[in-house]
């Protein structure tokens, strides 16, 4: 802990078993401070809150989900593939894979069973440790 205090966003992680029903439940947090060069994910699961809201639900699914979230986090879902093109309105744009990017990416909008909640900001003096915190105060 250094002292200085840098600022972070992080989204929740919500598990929708019905999308049409629009209920959730949190699962976990994902967590982006670009001082620290931190980009992290924290979830834990409670099975029987999710099979409250739905007995059907496939939960190892779930989870596969979930350790998906960390692999963007990491940099080691697309490992190997280096920059990307894609065309735009004014040419061409390399697109790399940054922590960044990858945040866009985990934040934006779907309509699955794992979705992202809106994003919020913070200041923490230690990403590592304020994202084990809003796990435990929005999941747990």
């Known amino acids: 802990m250094s002292g200085i205090r840098s600022p972070y966003q ?3 992680l919500r598990c ?5 029903r629009e209920e959730f439940v949190n699962v976990g947090v994902v967590l982006y ?8 994910c924290g979830w834990q699961l409670d099975e029987a809150r999710l099979r409250a809201l739905s007995p059907d639900l496939d939960v190892p699914a ?8 960390e692999l ?30 990858r945040f866009g990416f985990l934040k ?10 809106p994003v919020h900001g913070g200041v923490t003096d230690d990403a590592r440790a304020e994202l084990e915190r809003l796990v435990g105060r929005l999941v747990a």
């Open 33 to 40: 401070c670009p001082e620290e060069e931190f980009l992290g």
């Open 62 to 69: 779930v989870r596969s989900a979930l350790a998906a979230v």
């Open 108 to 117: 934006a909008p779907r309509s699955t069973v794992l979705q992202p909640g």
């Open 72 to 101: 963007v986090c990491a940099g080691d879902a697309h490992h190997g593939f280096g920059e990307a093109t894609r065309a735009t309105a004014y040419g061409v744009r390399v697109l790399g894979d940054t922590q960044s990017s």
């Open 10 to 12: 992080y989204t929740v």
């Open 16 to 20: 929708v078993p019905r999308v049409e």
